[in-house]
């Protein structure tokens, strides 16, 4: 191993930033608009994202950290106060509210365009940063939670459509598609992937979407990694072997995410990252799950994914969106590792995840038509007029009439 001096490691980072993108994959500060300003921020005469804001994010501390590719998440909670609830077919306003989170993004950066490009190919990330000189930050989207796409694939298909790039399978809630982990911890059976999650696997291949691990079972993730024809993502994980939490990734895991091609990206809430006998969380716990992941599966695997202003604080030294910088060097010193292999983690495995993904989708397109399924337990409720309207063809109502329930509390005229 290389020892590099503080010197050294201070050179060789100015000479890759400039090139080389700091990504981060996971990101809440949607949702602080959401919840305190609901998404009024250009009216707000006190919110000014240039200014320093007591956040976690702000323009001066992305560019002070270096930031170069954004994955903002469009998360909406789930939508029962009962986390562990289990009847799915509620109506809920959950597309409203992932569409607002969708849109106040957008906004903010056309608000802010001097220093924020939205982008939506891997390709695009990189040329962005690089033909501004560093100026413009990359920004694309992700979803965090199956439950926010309310039973549907053509939600799925939307969420592409606008800008969506991963979406994570579960929040902390089980949907039809998966388990999450909390259920598991909280006594509920890990059920893992059902067939319609199969099926949804398949159309975000299609599509390009990134599947994305963070918040599901163990019993999910080794699912999914038999399953997915793409590289998959951990956008906000850490390593179960040093922090015993059921939401962490465990080796037999992370094995099978380096034969994926996969990404494991590590969260920064101190939660995550405390080791059994530390008192206090500090950056060096970060280091030392990166460095677990790099000794057990490689550099190809790693990257960052902060979930800052989703969480109360990060660790001493990684306090918001300014100190990347700060965990970078401080990782290169702990690993003597090449300026490939740093690049690598500072977001290059990232892209190529993206990239790879968008590969996998242009092979499936010309072959495999959209996913048509539906899930199983769905009701479908229509009021008795619809009877009256033309038939597509002869006998096309009896098709689905066993599935269907006809009121007549409504009347056409």
Known sequence: ?????????????????????????????????????????????????????????????MKEGKIGVQFFSCWIECKDDNMFYQDFDQPNNIVRDTLEQIDVVKRLVDEYSHSFKFVHTADESLASYRDSGNKKISVTLGIEGLHQVDLSL?????????????????????????????????????????????????????????????????KTMLDVLKVTKAPVLFSHSSVYSLTKHGRNVKDDVLKLVKENGGVVCINFFPLFLKQEGHDEVTVDDAVA????????????????????????????????????????????????????????????????????????????????????????????????????????????????????VFKDTQKLF
């Open 289 to 404: 799950h990166i460095k677990y992941i790099v000794d057990l599966i490689g550099w190809d695997h790693v990257g960052f994914g902060s979930d800052f202003d989703g969480i109360p604080q990060g660790p001493v030294g990684l306090e918001d969106v300014s100190k990347y910088p700060d965990l970078i060097k401080k990782v290169w010193k702990a690993t003597g590792a090449t300026e490939e292999d740093i690049v690598k983690m500072m977001g290059m495995n990232i892209l190529r995840v993206w990239k790879e993904c968008e590969i996998v989708s242009g092979k499936m397109k010309n072959k495999v038509k959209p996913v048509e399924s539906n899930w199983d337990q769905r009701k479908w409720i229509f009021y008795e007029y619809c009877r009256e309207f033309p038939e597509i063809f002869p006998g096309a109502y009896k098709i689905k009439e066993k599935e269907n």
């Open 154 to 218: 053509a939600v799925v298909r939307q969420y592409y459509d606008l800008g969506v790039r991963y979406i994570t399978l579960t929040h902390n809630c089980d949907n039809p598609f998966a388990t999450a982990a909390s259920s598991v911890t909280g006594g509920l059976p890990d059920k893992g992937l059902t067939d319609y999650g199969k099926d949804c696997i398949k159309e975000m291949n299609i599509l390009g979407m990134i599947v994305d691990l963070s918040h599901v079972s163990h």
């Open 1 to 61: 191993m290389t020892v590099y001096s503080v010197e050294d490691i201070e050179k060789k980072f100015n000479n890759i930033i400039s090139n080389f993108p700091i990504v981060d994959t996971h990101n809440n500060f949607p949702y602080n608009l959401r919840a305190q300003l609901h998404n009024e921020f250009e009216t707000t005469k006190e919110f000014n994202f240039d200014s320093l804001l007591t956040t976690h994010t702000d323009l001066v501390k």
